[in-house]
């Protein structure tokens, strides 16, 4: 019963809930394409920016039909998003269809995984002219997919990370990761933040910092410092006091000798949280000088999602010694990487390291077929341009509504902070779901994340244009002004 009310309370929307918090607010009536929204005699106007395409009728089962199969046969710890979870049938590029063919504007990008857009069709013939060729084999052959596809990654790379390790999620990557630094180093203590995410499995789970994450399970070797938050840290935005934790934690918790860190250089999970300026050069300077290896996770905030680079660790000017990917990797594809140098690679020689999966022929052809449309169509600088510009409204947004604590993020990875005392910044937690079905109902979808749940993720496709930025807006302005 208590795992049941800690699901629903986390990350579904509960009815009484929300008519104790808004008895006074009408039911929203959603006109078929969500253009326009009655409610209280007035009417939201704005429309989707238009866009030529239209799904194949859908003649599968209805949302109601999957929502019970999902909860027969699939595992109870699966959770979706929305009091009636919409059932999604088609995508392209930056939209998402139902399955009576309504569209949304996708500002969530399958978690920050869609970069390309959805159904891109220059992925999509890579992919499927792939598939007719052959599927998969195995690494112990020859193919040249997985060759041209790591050659193509590390020359998007610093430095002398050339070698590539392929694998077939973030989470086996940092796995992977730690496991090279422990291996590395002769040592096995890691360090990471407080409030990261870093995957679901048992060295994963152990760098994670956040127990909504973590069941009871024996982790050793981790140790979490101080999130070097500038909205709800303890510092602030001085990043070189924040890393003093991390020197004092290999003082007093460890022999004074580490196989590494890890951190994201934006947190997602986490609620899209920036790190404090001149943090990560100084937390690498004591890392390196106590022997150990900088992780970079660049599941989430790599492959030019960030706008102003291509990875996210390079706008804080350092160079990790391992980087690992995923998510944007393969624009949906089950994907991930770790890229390294070849001195620390050599490590995996020690014994035999093998992925069945990791270099499958279709997935590192999907994933060269994403790097070349990330280039061809300038999709980092359309990060950079819309990012800014969707940044720029959402902080007027806060001169508006005192609900809206803080607007974070850099290009197409933007957080919105809920709080309902900007002073306290206690966390609006039922407001957030609110807005969240609010913005469903106008045809827009973001995801939403923090050790609350009370920020927006917005990490839509990086085809995302102006005209979706403004939609967006208007939609959470709307929806605000009705609260």
């Known amino acids: 019963m208590m795992i049941h009310r800690i699901r629903r309370t986390l990350f579904t929307l509960s009815p009484p809930s929300l008519r104790r918090h808004y008895s006074a607010a009408a039911p929203a ?277 960030t706008g102003s680079n291509f990875w996210g660790f390079e706008s804080h000017g350092v160079v990790p010694d391992i980087v690992t990917m995923a998510k944007g990797i393969g624009n949906g594809i089950p994907l991930g990487a770790v890229v390294t140098t070849p001195e620390i690679a050599e490590v995996l020689t020690l014994r035999n390291y093998f992925n069945t999966f990791g270099g499958n022929p279709v997935c590192t052809t999907a994933g060269l077929a994403v790097l070349n449309v990330i280039e061809k169509e300038r999709l980092q600088e359309n990060a950079f341009v819309v990012g800014s510009h969707l940044k720029g409204r959402l902080t007027s947004l806060m001169d508006k509504y005192e609900i809206i604590g803080d607007v974070r993020g850099n290009g197409l990875m933007l957080g919105v902070e809920l709080v309902t005392d900007r002073e306290m910044k206690t966390p609006a937690k039922v407001e957030t779901l609110h807005v969240m079905e609010q913005l469903k109902d106008l045809g827009v979808l973001v995801g939403k994340g923090g050790f609350y749940g009370n920020v927006f993720r917005i990490t839509p496709p990086l085809c995302f244009t102006k005209e979706d930025a403004d939609y967006l807006v208007d939609a959470m302005d709307y929806t605000m002004s009705k609260m």
């Open 29 to 305: 009536t959603t006109a078929a394409a969500g253009a326009e929204i009655s409610e209280r005699g007035t009417q939201f106007h704005a429309k989707l920016p238009p866009f030529d395409y239209t799904p194949p009728p859908y003649s599968g089962p209805k949302a109601a039909e999957i929502l019970q199969k999902r909860k027969q046969y699939l595992s109870p710890s699966m959770f979706y998003f929305y009091h009636k979870p919409i059932n999604i049938v088609d995508g392209k590029m930056q939209y998402l269809f139902d399955e009576n063919g309504r569209r949304y504007l996708d500002a969530f990008g399958g978690i920050a995984t869609v970069c390309c857009g959805h159904c891109h069709p220059l992925v999509v013939d890579a992919i499927v002219n792939q598939t007719k060729r052959i599927q998969h084999s195995t690494i112990l052959y020859l193919n040249h997919s997985i060759a041209d596809f790591a050659e193509a990654l590390a020359s998007k790379m610093p430095a002398n990370l050339k070698v590539v390790f392929f694998t077939n999620s973030g989470t086996e990557a940092n796995e992977l990761a730690m496991m090279m630094a422990k291996l590395y180093t002769g040592c096995q203590d890691i360090v990471s933040l407080r409030n990261s995410y870093h995957g679901n499995a048992a060295g994963t789970m152990g760098a994670t910092a956040q127990r909504n994450w973590k069941f009871n399970v024996v982790q050793t070797g981790m140790h979490h410092a101080i999130n070097p938050d500038p909205y709800r840290g303890i510092f602030g935005s001085d990043g070189e006091k924040y890393a003093k934790d991390v020197q004092d934690l290999i003082d007093y918790g460890t022999s004074g000798h580490v196989a590494g860190f890890i951190s994201e250089a934006i947190q997602g999970v986490g609620g899209i949280v920036e790190l404090a300026p001149g943090y990560l050069p100084a937390v690498y300077d004591s890392i390196r000088k106590a022997g150990g290896l900088c992780i970079a996770d660049e599941v989430q905030a790599g492959f030019a999602r």
